[in-house]
């Protein structure tokens, strides 16, 4: 069973920085595509960035420039560096893991919360 532990959320100014991390387990993270979303009460999960086991990296537009997604495959680990950070970037933080058997599982979601 793959399980997600997230951490590195909280209150920060607009312009600042945070760094998620979130640590995998029970599952060989080095051939998993991984993957951040967040979502806004009232909203649907949205996608924010994916890294493949290639460390090919997707961005939302939204974010390109300001984020980078990057992964640890000897920590079990997948980082999502935020830089610049706006109002609007203020959600809960997900992340996601699709194993190459299929299997998909959520981290409990970390809130980021950005002052204007």
């Known amino acids: 069973q793959v399980q997600l532990v997230e951490s590195g959320g909280g209150l920060v100014q607009a312009g600042g920085s945070l760094r998620l991390s979130c640590a995998a387990s029970?599952?060989?993270?080095?051939?998993?595509?991984l993957a951040w979303y967040r979502q806004v009460p009232g909203e649907e999960r949205e996608l924010v960035a994916r890294i493949t086991s290639g460390s090919v990296t997707r961005y939302a537009d939204s974010v390109l420039g300001r984020f980078t997604i990057s992964r640890d495959n000897a920590k079990n680990t997948v980082y999502l560096q935020m830089n610049s950070l706006k109002p609007e970037d203020t959600a809960v933080y997900y992340c996601y893991i699709r194993t190459i058997f299929g299997a998909t599982a959520w981290g409990q979601g970390t809130q980021v919360t950005v002052s204007s």
């Open positions: 029970g599952s060989p993270f080095s051939l998993a595509t």
